[in-house]
């Protein structure tokens, strides 16, 4: 029977998304039933390129964005059991999977190309090689700033016996000057040396004496470059969503349509998590994620924040079926940002960074953490409500395999949530201590903690909000958890919700749900 228009749209997800890949076949058709539906349409409609990513997608947009969009469809699918969801994120996850640096051989800071997905944007220092009379590399001068343009111009300025730096943004305004510099390694002048000690200067710049002659750069201006690097908090959001695919067809019983794919997926999702699992770092303070030093990022040779740490460990939780040793060090993740989270009144609290990570606490120069961020004031700043949805998520996965963490569980992030919420209603959410609003747009993916039946706010204000401005993959996150009462929202007795409190308590790994007999370079 033939469904009439006025009663059922189709929508088909083809054109210039589709296009976007050669891979990347025109969408299948998706029924629109529900408000997240809706706004599926409208975002793909309006951001088509998180649909199909492409190797020019920059500034970690498929971390930040397609992630959040195979989040969605996984939590409807799982959800709903509609196979338009499902075949949505097949075609969707094909795209993410051709864009990795090892299908596309494109190397990364060390010459490797890697199963993840690297960047090379504002996220990376920016290197520039200085020469000397003859041309050859004299030195390498990096910046790594908080947040900078796009582009920046590097001034050297030789005079008798020593040389000025100037850096210049791209309104040709200066944003930094060193002067007085030279390159002997003897002398108190000695760029390097000086720029540790003074560091960090307003743009973190360094620099690394490639020669050791002693020579003088001669006059020039140099454009540094992002170097390409592979975040972990990049590798976790993105594959996390791959390999939980893979367990939401086997829980939803749909291996025979599935299967191949779901193994697609949890093979990609292991090889990315194997090229991480040297940052998962334990001491006497406990279990983190720290970027290695020399990697050209700002925080190298440090523990990443909360977020960052959680997004990795959710990776390996759903690897850890079938390797061991990634569920071991995801639950070691997890129990480390427990025992890191404050009891306040019936919820929680916590920071950005680990209470006990260098971050957290500040570092000098001489303790030779980090080569591109020598010195750092410590943050102390309180976790926000956007980052914070990251960190939530990732707990919830955890609590659902039966992981203990102490203190939190699904009953203290739903009263944290609660005392979150200012008592207007849904307008906004205070994210912070001091009662900042900020990152209060991610406020629906917190809904997540609820019950089905308490998030019917959460998605009103979301509807809000998209009434302000346009939507983005975390938008479509939000309603994906919003929207779980809607008519076509039902899950077998077999499936445990995303949100609900743990089956078990024993630790045990969920069941496999794609093989791994073949090897692990998908």
């Not at 195979?70 to 969707?92: H, I, M, P, S, W």
């Not at 910046?143 to 020593?162: D, F, N």
Request: glycine share 8%.
């Amino acid at each position: 029977m033939r469904i009439d228009r006025r009663d059922l749209l189709k929508v088909s997800f083809g054109g210039a998304a589709a296009l976007a890949l050669a891979a990347c076949q025109p969408l299948t058709e998706l029924q629109v039933r529900t408000s997240f539906d809706q706004l599926l349409l409208q975002l793909e409609q309006q951001e088509p390129e998180l649909f199909a990513p492409t190797a020019d997608a920059t500034d970690g947009m498929v971390a930040w964005g397609t992630s959040y969009v195979l989040q969605a469809l996984n939590e409807r699918f799982l959800r709903t059991g509609r196979t338009d969801y499902a075949d949505l994120f097949v075609q969707v996850a094909d795209c993410v999977l051709n864009i990795r640096d090892s299908v596309l051989q494109r190397r990364d800071w060390t010459g490797k190309a890697l199963p993840i997905w690297t960047v090379a944007s504002v996220y990376t220092a920016m290197r520039a090689n200085v020469t000397d009379a003859t041309g050859t590399v004299l030195a390498i001068f990096a910046l790594a700033p908080l947040a900078h343009a796009k582009s920046y111009t590097i001034h050297v300025l030789p005079g008798t016996s020593s040389f000025d730096v100037r850096v210049l943004d791209n309104t040709g305004k200066q944003v930094d000057s060193v002067t007085g510099l030279t390159m002997d390694p003897t002398s108190a002048s000695y760029a390097p040396r000086v720029l540790r000690r003074r560091a960090p200067t307003t743009m973190s710049m360094t620099c690394q004496d490639v020669q050791r002659s002693g020579a003088m750069p001669v006059a020039q201006t140099v454009v540094p470059r992002s170097a390409r690097v592979g975040f972990a908090v990049h590798t976790g959001m993105i594959a996390s969503p791959l390999i939980e695919f893979s367990t939401s067809v086997a829980k939803r019983g749909m291996s025979s349509r599935y299967g191949a794919d779901a193994a697609r997926y949890a093979r990609a999702a292991a090889s990315a998590w194997l090229v991480h699992a040297d940052e998962v770092t334990t001491d006497s303070r406990g279990t983190y994620v720290k970027t290695p030093r020399g990697t050209p990022v700002r925080y190298d040779g440090a523990d990443v924040p909360h977020n960052q740490a959680l997004a990795l460990a959710r990776l390996g939780l759903g690897v850890g079926a079938h390797l061991p040793s990634a569920r071991t060090s995801a639950t070691k993740i997890f129990q480390t940002f427990a025992a890191d989270v404050r009891q306040a009144g019936a919820g929680l609290t916590w920071n950005y960074f680990w209470t006990k990570g260098v971050c957290y606490r500040g570092y000098s120069a001489a303790t030779g953490i980090s080569q591109y961020l020598p010195a750092m004031v410590g943050n102390h700043g309180p976790e926000d409500t956007s980052h914070g949805a990251i960190d939530v998520l990732a707990v919830l996965q955890a609590l659902d395999a039966g992981i203990d963490l102490g203190k939190v569980t699904v009953a203290s992030l739903q009263a944290t949530l609660r005392s979150l919420t200012l008592a207007s209603g849904f307008s906004t959410i205070v994210s912070e201590v001091e009662g900042s609003t900020k990152g209060a747009r991610n406020a629906p993916l917190w809904s997540a903690v609820l019950p089905p039946d308490q998030r019917a706010s959460y998605l009103m204000m979301q509807q809000d909000i998209l009434h302000h401005a346009p939507p983005r993959g975390s938008d479509l996150l939000g309603a994906a958890y919003a929207d779980a009462l809607s008519p076509s929202s039902s899950i077998p007795a077999s499936v445990t919700p995303t949100t609900s409190t743990p089956s078990s308590s024993n630790g045990s790994s969920p069941s496999p749900t794609a093989s791994l007999t073949t090897p692990l370079n998908d």
